[in-house]
Antibody, heavy 120, light 111 residues
């Protein structure tokens, strides 16, 4: 059974880079599938950040694309997210998930989520 | 604001049937599948309906999805107290090289 777990700093200063990692267990990233990130500001709705294939093909939210980098590390069976020049608007719970298709909002299972606060 | 809209709230009494709507455009719902998620307080969302009306294994048949044109709907019959949660619709949007769009979410209250 696939299990995903997000990790990274819970506090990031404005203008710095937010970096998160999603560790995957119970499934080899090398096997295939796509991997995605979503976020949810406190008390608000879900926002798709982007999706990545294990071979590196990426699909980004157009509103975040200029600040966003996603990558896969098959040797560690994990994938990562970097978001540059963060502001308070990037404060959210960040979720990683798996998806069978790149052009689909079919996500599951999800990680438990990690809260990232942007504040000085 | 999201390009896919949902009513912010809905309510019903135990045993009742409730419908949650999701309205989009020809770029998203009108030309792509609709998915529904349920998010219980303090937990990650969980897939409830995929490809408009398909239920993943383990989701009871009290939950059903439908789509017509640029709108979709989630129906919950035999409402239970544990159905109190936030519900989100989602679709692929073909504009701007393509991206996933989520509705703003509907908070369902069981009275």
């Amino acid at each position: 059974q696939v299990h995903l777990q997000e990790s990274g700093p819970g506090l990031v200063k404005p203008s710095e880079t937010l970096s998160l990692t999603c560790d995957v267990s119970g499934y080899s990233i090398n096997t295939g599938s796509y991997w995605g990130w979503m976020r949810q500001p406190p008390g608000k709705g879900l926002e798709w950040i982007g999706s990545i294939h294990h071979l590196g093909t990426t699909y980004y939210n157009p509103s975040l694309q200029s600040r966003l980098t996603m990558s896969v590390d098959t040797s560690k069976n994990q994938f990562s997210l970097k978001l540059d020049s963060v502001t308070a608007a990037d404060t959210a719970t960040y979720y990683c998930a798996t998806t069978p298709y790149t052009d689909s909002p079919w996500f599951g299972p999800w990680g438990q989520g990690t809260l990232v606060t942007v504040s000085s | 604001q999201s390009v896919v809209t949902q009513p912010p709230s809905a309510s019903g009494t135990p045993g009742q049937r409730v419908n949650i709507s999701c309205s989009g455009s020809s770029y998203n719902i009108g030309s792509n599948y609709v998915y529904w998620y349920r998010q219980l307080p303090g937990t990650a969302p969980k897939l409830l309906i995929y490809r408009n009306n398909q239920r993943p294994s383990g989701v009871p048949d009290r939950f059903s999805g439908s789509k017509s044109g640029t709108s979709a709907s989630l129906a919950i019959s035999g409402l239970r107290s544990e159905d109190e949660a936030d519900y989100y619709c989602a679709s692929w949007d073909d504009s701007l090289s393509g991206h996933v769009v989520f509705g703003g979410g509907t908070r369902l209250t069981v009275l």
